[in-house]
């Protein structure tokens, strides 16, 4: 989808939440010009381990925070992935939002993935849910997820642990917690409409189908200027 979202609004592109570099090395090795901003000074060193590897990108990285940042360029295409946008609570989205309508080009765009309207549910970690490869030590990691529902506002508690297995055979686990808050579509679009965006859409998965309540995930595409994506650069 971001692949897609970028052949459509060539420039230069901002990736809110950049963390190691996963969705922007992915941009850059197709020719496009990234910029990467996070709050998190570890993430950011491990995207420029991983860029060195790759010389030549055109990638810029930037630490900051995503409710209130403050860039030089403007960007054709703003992207936050990975249900960033919904670990802030509704003033924090909001302030965020302004930050993103100040920095985005005449015509661009910000295309931000969120949970699902219909994804209330408690989820266990008995089984994992993912596992990879420790990319620097090489080291297989599985990955387990316990998800909580609380109203008011509505929002999941999600302890994501990691287990790394040491080639000693020992496993080192690492936890994290996060809250990520769900909302309708009716409430971002008020979000951003007050934030000044002219148009919005929203989708229900990376081909853009339509939303609907079955839908896995809620995909979200706002223009700064009226008119979005035309159906053949849907396709």
């Known amino acids: 989808l971001w692949l897609r979202l970028a052949r459509a609004r ?20 197709e020719g496009f010009e990234v910029t990467g901003l996070d709050a998190d000074a570890g993430m950011l060193a491990r995207a420029t381990r991983n860029l060195a590897a790759e010389p030549g990108l055109a990638v810029a990285l930037h630490r900051g925070d995503l409710r209130d940042f403050h860039l030089p360029d403007r960007y054709s295409l703003i992207l936050v992935p990975c249900n960033t946008l919904s670990s802030l609570d509704l003033a924090e989205a909001a302030a965020a939002l302004v930050s993103v309508r100040l920095h985005l080009a005449a015509q661009g765009l910000l295309a931000a993935e969120l949970p699902a309207p219909g994804d209330r549910q408690d989820i266990g970690d008995d089984e994992p849910i993912d596992s990879f490869e420790e990319p620097e030590r090489g080291h297989p990691v599985q990955v387990y997820a316990r998800q909580t529902w ?7 508690r999600v302890l994501w642990s990691y287990d790394e297995l040491l080639q000693d055979g020992r496993v080192v686990r690492t936890q994290v917690p996060t809250t990520y808050f769900l909302r309708t579509p009716e409430t971002m679009a008020d979000l951003l409409h007050k934030a000044g965006f002219e148009s919005v859409a929203f989708f229900g998965d990376y081909d853009l189908s339509p939303l609907c309540a079955e839908s896995p995930r809620l995909l979200m595409v706002a223009g ?9 650069e849907k396709t």
Request: net charge negative.
């Open 10 to 29: 060539p420039g230069r592109i901002l990736e809110l939440g950049c963390g190691t570099g996963r969705v922007l090395l992915a941009l850059a090795r």
């Open 150 to 156: 609380l109203d008011d506002p509505p929002r999941a």
């Open 224 to 232: 700064r200027d009226a008119g979005l994506l035309s159906d053949e």
